[in-house]
């Protein structure tokens, strides 16, 4: 076999197509030992590719997200004037802690995430949706991405949290600076515009935060708040870092799955007049679309103890990238894993993680990309490809179109 090429998460044909890059290392080097993926960074470097693999890393404690652990002993406090403002703000997301403070923050979020909360959000979804459609029924084309799925998620989240209307292309904005800074290719002026926005969203957030004690509302802040007063359960710095965590990955992600979704129902003709017929199919569609084209390629995790691997050795220290777009597609696990199959059971895909650290949103992302993928296939039985090509992100962790150009009519 011809010696494998260097994995490269930069490399624009990677990643305009990874997937076939995934399956030469999964068949030939699965827990591959390789370069940073970015520059700067040292240390061992682990990209694993299969599904068991992943899965097992996700859920086994001994591998975590939060540095500390890894410390033999705690590290002197930073004065927070001298403490860079991006990674203070994220310091305290559910997704950097490991227990006990990732259990105590979680517990206090799944109970303002509940099956019922997003039952209730659907008919305002419905309508969120259909406004959008009807004004996109007057022209001839449009860009999925722009002109539908960013609005929806965005006005979705935005109106869970109770941040008014005015203020969704702020945080549209900040949450495309958040996701360049979290993806692996971070320059230093990437890095400085994150510290910029860090602090203007934290303002931002903290004024929002003294309205809502002088007058509380029926929104997801005014609950969170509540939770900080009661017994210290979260402090106010958290409050405000969980905000800007839940309006950044409440819709950044979601966007992907509606016009990944889109395209591929563009690809398949036959898979979209199957839905258009038989709309409750949307329910598997939309997880085997999650599955072909995972939102979140890539996540993270270092490794607090040694451990063998798919019989490799990783060192206390190292670190590891987790392909769960890779994963995804495991023969092993996925029979044709290449093909769409919107009737695909079981699909136990990896696209909202495993383990502690499962996606807290999975239940509403999977509601919006259902109704807002059924709505526009209702509203536009003519809806095709339309110019220029879809083009995807360039940020590769989160992966997404960042345009795709369709003909309504
Ligand atoms: C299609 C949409 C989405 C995808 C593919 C997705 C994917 C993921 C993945 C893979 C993780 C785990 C990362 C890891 O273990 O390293 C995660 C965690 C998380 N997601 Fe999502 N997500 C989506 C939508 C959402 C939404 C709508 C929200 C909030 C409303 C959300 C909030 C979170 C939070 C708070 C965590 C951290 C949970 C924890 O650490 O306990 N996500 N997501």
Not at 58 to 77: H, Q, T, V
Not at 118 to 123: G, H, N, Q, S
Not at 131 to 144: K, N, T
Request: charged share 25%.
């Amino acid at each position: 076999m011809a010696p494998l090429p260097l994995f490269d998460v930069f490399d624009p044909a990677f990643r305009a197509n990874p997937y076939p890059v995934y399956d030469r290392f999964r068949q030939a080097d699965p827990v591959h030992r390789g370069r940073p993926p970015t520059p700067g960074l040292d240390g061992g470097w682990w990209y694993l590719f299969g599904y068991d693999d992943v899965a097992y890393v996700l859920k086994d404690p001994r591998f975590g997200r939060s540095i500390a652990p890894m410390l033999d002993e705690p590290p002197p406090p930073v004065p927070p004037e001298e403490r860079e403002p991006f990674w203070d703000l994220y310091a305290r997301w559910t997704l950097a802690l490991e227990p006990p403070d990732h259990t105590r923050q979680r517990a206090l979020l799944n109970q303002a995430f509940t099956v019922r909360v997003v039952e209730a959000l659907r008919p305002r979804i419905e309508a969120l949706a259909a406004e959008l459609l009807d004004g996109l029924s007057g022209g001839e084309a449009f860009d999925v991405v722009a002109d539908y799925a960013f609005p929806l998620t965005l006005a979705t989240i935005c109106e869970l949290l109770g941040i008014p209307r005015d203020d969704h292309g702020r945080i549209k904005d900040w949450s495309l600076t958040i996701a360049a800074v979290l993806d692996y290719k971070r320059t230093w002026d990437v890095m400085a515009e994150g510290n910029r926005m860090a602090l203007d969203f934290s303002t931002y957030l903290r004024g929002i935060a003294a309205e809502r004690r002088t007058s509380p509302r029926a929104d997801l802040i005014t609950r969170l708040l509540a939770a900080a007063g009661a017994d210290d359960r979260l402090s106010e710095d958290e409050v405000i870092s969980l905000c800007a965590m839940l309006l950044f990955a409440g819709h950044e992600t979601t966007v992907n799955l509606i016009s990944a979704g889109t395209l591929l129902l563009l690809e398949h003709p036959d898979a979209a007049a199957r839905l258009r017929a038989e709309p409750a199919l949307m329910e598997t569609a939309v997880e085997e679309f999650l599955r072909l084209h995972s939102p979140i390629q890539a996540t993270s995790r270092y490794a607090y103890a040694d451990a063998v691997i798919g019989g490799r050795s990783i060192r206390r220290g190292d670190s590891l990238t987790l392909l769960l777009g890779s994963a995804n597609r495991d023969p092993a696990v996925f029979s044709e894993p290449d093909r769409l199959d919107i009737g695909r059971r079981p699909n136990r895909h990896l696209a909202f993680g495993r383990g502690i650290h499962f996606c807290l949103g999975a239940p509403l992302a999977v509601a919006q990309g259902g109704i807002a993928l059924n709505c526009l296939l209702e509203r536009f039985p003519r809806l095709r490809s339309g110019a220029p090509e879809p083009r995807w992100s360039e940020t590769f962790g989160f992966r997404g179109l960042s345009q795709l150009a369709v003909e309504s009519r």
